[in-house]
């Protein structure tokens, strides 16, 4: 059998078949692999070279503000980031401590060598799965309704649902100065021949642009006059699952930009192809190039940036907060006005990277493709950044491949009960102007969605699901009645108003007690916690560090928890009233012009989603109820 490609002349033959096939082996497509692999699906995932599988071309860490919300998220639903993350880990760190619970954040430096190594590992022994090299040129469906993808040697595999997780890979093309050419990531090929099928299946592609920094040479780099900023201990690992904590092996330094720098900037910001407008693609918002922060805060004096190191037995380390695309010799020149880096040597020059993605908004929050039945994106495909939200939208589209492929019903996870459905949500529902990033600050509920109880959240879905084993789930019970007994045990035990007490609640600020207290009533103070109030709590159990946090959190912002939890509880029932899927919205009377073009575009799946678009309007909404309420009242008439 021949079919001709679009942009490339190939000769099918029929080489296997699968349950699931997931293009690219990043970050997405790690966890859409697994995922659908250990539903029970055969599974494959192609990717364009092995020794790429799990990369990390742009920062060596997993994690960060909101980030490690995800990563935590997606291990207690049973996927694998955090389980590897914690086995890769060389430097460790809370973030955001200084505030509230809702926006700590982990985030750990990895040996990304090592962390690449694992994953594929992993891959390699899962059953169901097989991983092979080869990049996917043609795409189509076969008249009996399943999918069919070609690699560019012209093999043919065939399956019932596909999940594309193409990263930057999808046409991708590096800018350094005036020099520009067709790439991937790292130095790899890009995947050039995909497009174009995507486009004739119907799929509207946009064009987005993301960056790097240098990797340089450690010995080049003066770090005795830098601060050094070393990892956070004891170490708190991202997985539930993990039974040996990471240590802290390494250490980071801060260093800071000058005058001289911005000036050697200003003075060649004709030569970056951002600014000559050689660039079409859109950067992301939220990190931008170094030149671009230049621009936008010319006040600025200085700008910090975080040299990391790639991993234990590599001498290359990252310039965080410096990615550019201007010419090598000028990045070599201002990276050189930075004290400590005044002979620094550049191993991989900072470059910029633009790519083919597709707009978010045809896709369900299951994230299939409305009009393609079995086709699902994930990840950098579908216009977000980074790694753990790529991870994330890998999982879910790997659940619902293998779910479908199955017949079963798709899991939707809802934006109030876990970062993951923010995330799929605003991509959805509002769609994306440039790369989608996750902050604390895009969840509205974000109290009760912290990474401290991301196991209370989702482990019982993942186990109910099968991705999270009986052995797993037993240990998370026992964890949950440890929380419920420390609970009663912190309502009913009372302390005695003694002179050790007062002094503790003197000299924390808050006032002293006369009478007996409950420890409870204690622990609501802002000015205290369970350690400070150790000395006099002598009946307190030994628990783990993770269960007292859990309580003491929930004890603290107990009344803002529970005011969040009525507006969580609002949110669905809006959501249980479901649209009909095909719904003509032109039709319904009384509904603004606006609001019928966005609901036909984006076709929501219920009255919930309908109300967080963009220029639907709560008159709108009510529109809506109405009409599906005359729709309700003539059914229940019909039986």
């Not at 460790?92 to 430096?109: D, E, I, W, Y």
């Not at 240590?247 to 720098?261: E, L």
């Not at 409305?370 to 890998?394: I, K, M, V």
């Not at 073009?597 to 799946?605: C, F, G, S, T, V």
């Amino acid at each position: 059998m021949g079919r001709k490609g679009i942009r490339c002349e190939i000769t099918m033959y029929q080489a296997d078949q699968y349950d699931v096939i997931v293009i690219g082996a990043g970050h997405a497509g790690i966890e859409a692999a697994l995922a659908s692999a250990r539903l029970g699906c055969r599974t494959v995932v192609f990717t364009i070279n092995l020794d790429a599988v799990g990369n990390c071309p742009c920062n060596p860490s997993i994690g960060g503000t909101a980030k490690g919300h995800l990563v935590r998220e997606i291990d207690a639903l049973g996927g694998e980031m955090g389980r590897t993350a914690d086995a890769c880990t060389i430097q460790s760190r809370m973030l955001n401590l200084g505030k509230g619970p809702a926006v700590h954040s982990l985030r750990a430096q990895i040996d990304r060598r090592e962390y690449s190594k694992i994953m594929k590992h992993k891959l390699e022994l899962q059953p169901n799965l097989q991983l092979k090299q080869g990049e996917i040129v043609d795409l189509f469906r076969n008249e009996d309704g399943s999918w069919q993808a070609v690699t560019r040697m012209g093999a043919g595999y065939t399956a019932k649902c596909v999940v594309l997780a193409t990263g930057t890979y999808l046409s991708g093309k590096i800018y350094v100065g005036d020099v520009a050419y067709e790439s991937g990531p790292d130095g790899l090929f890009p995947a050039s021949f995909l497009s174009d099928p995507l486009r004739k299946l119907g799929v509207s592609l946009r064009r987005f642009k993301t960056g790097t920094p240098a990797r340089v040479l450690r010995s080049s780099i003066d770090l005795s006059g830098l601060e050094v900023q070393e990892g956070d201990e004891p170490v708190v690992p991202f997985s539930y699952d993990t039974a040996e904590l990471p240590k802290n092996r390494a250490v980071c330094h801060i260093a800071w930009t000058n005058d001289a720098t911005k000036e050697i900037i200003l003075k060649n910001i004709h030569r970056s192809p951002l600014y000559a407008g050689k660039i079409e693609g859109v950067g992301p918002r939220y990190c931008p190039s170094f030149e671009d922060k230049i621009m936008r805060f010319t006040d600025k004096k200085r700008h910090q940036l975080f040299i990391e190191p790639c991993g234990m037995d590599t001498e290359e380390l990252y310039l965080q907060g410096m990615s550019s695309s201007l010419p090598e010799e000028v990045q070599l020149a201002f990276y050189r006005t930075i004290a400590g880096l005044e002979h620094v040597e550049i191993m991989r020059c900072a470059y910029a990277i633009e790519y083919d993605c597709v707009d978010p908004l045809q896709l369900d929050p299951t994230l299939e493709f409305q009009d393609l039945p079995g086709l699902y994106g994930a990840g950098q495909f579908n216009g977000s950044s980074g790694y753990e939200e790529a991870a994330a939208q890998g999982l879910l589209a790997g659940i619902n491949a293998a779910r479908r492929a199955q017949e079963k019903e798709q899991i939707i996870l809802d934006r109030a009960g876990s970062y993951i459905g923010t995330l799929v949500d605003d991509l959805v529902t509002k769609g994306v102007s440039d790369p989608y990033r996750m902050m604390t600050s895009r969840s509205e509920y974000r109290l009760v969605l912290r990474q401290d109880n991301a196991d209370e959240r989702m482990t019982p879905l993942g186990h109910e699901l099968g991705l999270i084993s009986d052995e797993r789930f037993a240990r998370f019970q026992e964890k949950q009645t440890l929380k419920e007994q420390e609970r009663k045990r912190a309502e009913q035990t009372v302390l005695s108003p003694t002179e050790e007490l007062n002094q503790i609640l003197v000299s924390r600020g808050t006032s002293p007690v006369s009478t007996g207290v409950h420890l409870i009533d204690l622990l609501r103070r802002p000015e205290l916690n369970y350690e400070v109030l150790a000395p006099v709590d002598s009946g307190r159990p030994q628990l783990p560090a993770a269960v007292l946090e859990n309580v003491e959190i929930e004890i603290m912002y107990e009344g803002y928890i529970r005011r969040q939890k009525a507006d969580i509880a609002e949110m669905r029932r809006l959501e249980q009233r479901l649209l009909p899927k095909g719904l003509d919205y032109t039709g319904i009377t009384g509904l603004r012009l606006e609001a019928q073009e966005k609901l036909q575009k984006i076709r929501p799946a219920s009255i919930g989603q309908a109300s967080r678009i963009s220029g639907v309007s709560p008159a709108d909404i009510s529109v809506l109820l109405i009409w599906l309420a005359r729709q309700e009242g003539k059914e229940e008439a019909a039986l």
